[in-house]
């Protein structure tokens, strides 16, 4: 995925679509491979938008409904564009005993969205996360790859500094 | 043989039986609210919930095998208790306005309500959306009623294959919705109805159109003119109470005088002409590929009084009566719509010929009237509102009304249904044959079609018991057969001995294979009959609910046992056919009939 990453960077919409159709011919058309193909589709395009949910399942032979429905059931699928940082607070048990939910409600308040959505300038997208794996460190979250740990409210707008 | 126990009582039954089902054939009922019969076991609402010994948690009858030496119960106080909770459960995500509601003293959910007997509910929490999606001209969704029990989304992919509806979104946030959340209407639907009828709630319902016909009907201005389809009359009495099959041809016709309407007509007379057009251009088609190959001369053909077409055309063709299959066909096939008749639909020929000849008979100014179809059906609703369904600007028919609207106009009206006196359609557009009762069920319309062309071919009735095409009865999904051609006329003496190979099925599931073959150049037929809704219009989306199996034979027993009561039961013989034409359409396929009775088709994107 992360080779995509790179290449899609200076890619025109047209080419995504060609690497879009050689990643599902890669994969066989085959219903079982879909969430393969949307986790490539996102890494192309960044989200997965309703062009290429209408492209997937047309070369697929899956219905719509059914895309859409993958798509919106893992959170980690987003059907709109997102922020250029991906800040995803984890909720698992752990963090979310340890003060995890207080740390996501001082995010929306001071980045003014809900979960799920973006900023107007494109800078964040806010997510949660059921367990990241940092248990014994919590309550944390991951902005893009960068894990934090051990978070207190006070220190999130210091974190935040660091992502234009 | 299984043997177990289900309440301490001792029971036997095949392997592969549900608790839910062997309880059932005992007579021990197990509350259930998502399972439907022939149509969907998931064990979503765990309604039916029971007690197996040796099991730690309770399981979902409806999903569960039985096994040998199963100990179950079904009615313990650990059971009673778990299914309350989980119907309050659900209660607590449903609004309580019953009195105000559609559905009410007709919903699955009010009646386990009754059976289950929940004195309170004590759970009230956050409520999902509500949201009405009313963008469909046939269909209207509410999400608010909607107890996420799936069976429209199993209807819609496994039995019509038409795929448009999901699960969308997760756990709180969870509904049923299309592709990209799209409104209904813009979407692929085709309008068939079949959600409607297996929702167990007010969430699916068709468009109103009542409020409309009360209003023309009060309109003295207008003239109101009703037509009804022939799966109406042997399925309204069961709004009634009466038994599915039960006809009630008489009684409903009478309620269309009680309630007001000018003239009632009977779509079964345009069914009769449907055959008259549709046998004559299978004919047409026929003949055109055979001369235009070379294989008949000029001569022949103009023995047969059939004017030959100049370019070549499609085979094998295939009926046009169902709005639904339509819509289908242009969404899922739009490369294969020129193997559909051109012929409209027996009830917009009939509004067309209301709107025409019967105006200019009666002088009745055709912008002054108001012409209602009463039919199975919810497309039918999409397809009145076509815009390539017009002559002069006006539409053929002006408002649809299913089976269950009429009946609520009735309750409605105050008329006392059961009570009614029986009474006639009006000439002439009233009058028809067997053959066009028979369009209400699968293979009917093939049925008709085939008593007709086969005597305009042969000179003879057509050879099969009883005028019936066994082969061409029952709920089977694909029917098929070949009917061989013996002893033609001398005008037709070039099919001697020709094989022509027929299909017919219901349900669009069924209808995807027989296009599938068509468009790999594989099908091995010349005429197909296709009804979007499995069994026929007897069980169309605007039918009462619910349409089991058992359901849709009696109304198919029903549908026959009218077409052998008649005298006339072949659509040529029907005497306002032949007065029809010499009046006024001149001939079948003739210029007045191309105005007036034949269509054509959208091609329309699938996603």
């Not at chain 2, 496994?158 to 959340?181: C, K, P, W, Y």
């Not at chain 2, 100049?310 to 899922?332: D, F, R």
Request: proline fraction near 4%; aromatic fraction near 6%; hydrophobic fraction near 40%.
């Amino acid at each position: 995925m992360s080779i995509a990453t790179c290449r899609v960077d200076t890619m025109d919409e047209q080419d995504k679509f060609a690497l879009l159709t050689q990643v599902i011919e890669e994969y066989e058309r085959k219903p079982s491979n879909l969430i393969q193909v949307l986790h490539y589709a996102q890494s192309i395009f960044g989200f997965v938008g309703a062009d290429v949910q209408r492209v997937i399942a047309q070369k697929m032979d899956l219905p719509l409904a059914k895309i859409t429905g993958v798509l919106t059931f893992y959170s980690f699928f987003s059907t709109a564009p997102r922020g250029r940082h991906i800040i995803s607070v984890c909720l698992g048990t752990a963090c979310f005993i340890r003060g995890g939910q207080p740390i996501l409600d001082h995010l929306k308040e001071i980045l003014g969205i809900d979960v799920g959505e973006t900023t107007e300038d494109q800078r964040f997208s806010l997510e949660i996360r059921r367990c990241i794996g940092a248990c014994g460190m919590g309550p944390s979250l991951i902005i893009d790859e960068q894990v934090f740990k051990r978070l207190n409210v006070s220190g999130i707008e210091q974190i935040l500094d660091e992502f234009e | 043989m299984i043997r177990l126990t289900i309440n301490n009582k001792a029971i036997e039954v095949p392997e592969g039986t549900s608790i839910l089902e062997a309880a059932k054939a005992n007579s021990i009922l197990i509350p259930n609210l998502c399972y439907l019969e022939d149509v969907q076991k998931i064990g979503s609402c765990r309604i039916c919930v029971v007690e197996v010994k040796g099991m730690p948690n309770l399981q979902a009858s409806c999903v569960t095998n039985v096994k040998e030496g199963m100990v179950v119960h079904t009615n313990s106080q650990r059971v009673r208790k778990a299914r309350r909770v989980i119907y309050e459960l659900i209660l607590s995500d449903h609004p309580t306005d019953c009195l105000i509601c559609e559905r009410n003293q007709a919903c699955e959910l009010q009646t386990l309500g009754e059976i289950l007997q929940v004195g309170e509910t004590r759970f009230s929490g956050e409520r999902s959306k509500i949201i009405v999606d009313d963008s469909s001209l046939a269909v209207v969704r509410d999400h608010d009623k909607c107890i996420l029990c799936r069976r429209c989304v199993t209807t819609c992919n496994e039995i019509q294959g038409v795929r448009i509806l999901d699960m969308i979104h997760r756990g709180f946030a969870s509904t049923i919705s299309t592709g990209l959340e799209l409104p209904l209407g813009e979407t692929s639907c085709t309008n068939c109805g079949q959600c409607v009828n297996v929702c167990p709630v007010g969430a699916l319902k068709e468009k109103d159109a009542t409020e409309m016909v009360w209003e023309a009907l009060q309109d003295p201005e207008r003239t109101v003119i009703v037509q009804t389809a022939p799966a109406v009359r042997v399925a309204l009495g069961e709004e009634f109470g009466l038994e599915p099959g039960s006809n009630v041809t008489g009684k409903m016709a009478a309620s269309l005088w009680d309630l007001g309407f000018d003239h009632v007509f009977d779509t079964n007379f345009a069914a009769d002409l449907t055959i008259i057009e549709e046998g004559t251009e299978l004919l047409q088609r026929l003949i055109t590929n055979l001369y235009l190959d070379g294989v008949i001369t000029e001569e022949q053909v103009k023995k047969t009084g059939i004017e030959p077409l100049t370019e070549k055309v499609a085979l094998p063709m295939i009926t046009s009566c169902s709005p639904g299959w339509i819509k289908y066909a242009e969404h899922y096939f739009p490369d294969q719509l020129e193997h559909i008749s051109t012929c409209k639909s027996p009830h917009m020929m009939l509004g067309a010929l209301i709107k025409s000849h019967f105006a200019e008979i009666s002088g009745i100014d055709p912008d002054k009237m108001f012409v209602v179809s009463i039919m199975p059906c919810t497309a039918k609703k999409f397809e009145a509102n076509r815009e390539e369904l017009r002559n002069d600007g006006r539409k053929n028919v002006d408002a649809v009304l299913t089976t269950r609207e009429l009946a609520k106009m009735i309750k409605d009206a105050g008329i006392d249904f059961l009570n009614l006196q029986d009474r006639d359609f009006e000439n002439p557009l009233g009058i028809s044959t067997g053959a066009a009762d028979i369009f209400g069920v699968t293979g009917g319309v093939m049925e008709a079609a085939l008593r007709t062309v086969y005597e305009i071919v042969t000179g003879r009735e057509l050879p099969f018991e009883g005028l019936h095409v066994g082969p061409m009865m029952g709920l089977d999904r694909i029917k098929s057969a070949t009917v061989t051609i013996e002893n033609p006329t001398e005008a037709f003496s070039f099919l001697d001995g020709a094989e022509v190979g027929i299909a017919s099925t219901s349900g669009l599931a069924g209808a995807a294979t027989l296009l599938a073959e068509i468009k790999e150049g594989k099908s091995p037929y010349t005429f197909i009959e296709i009804m979007g809704c499995p069994g026929g219009c007897i069980s169309g989306g605007g039918q009462p609910r619910m349409t089991s199996e058992e359901t849709r034979i009696k109304r198919m027993k029903g549908i026959y046992t009218e077409d052998e009561s008649k005298t006339l039961r072949k659509s040529h013989e029907n005497p306002f056919i032949t007065k029809i034409y010499e009046e006024f359409l001149e001939k079948p396929l003739g210029h007045k009939s191309h105005e007036l009775l034949h269509t054509h088709y959208i091609k329309r994107k699938k996603y």
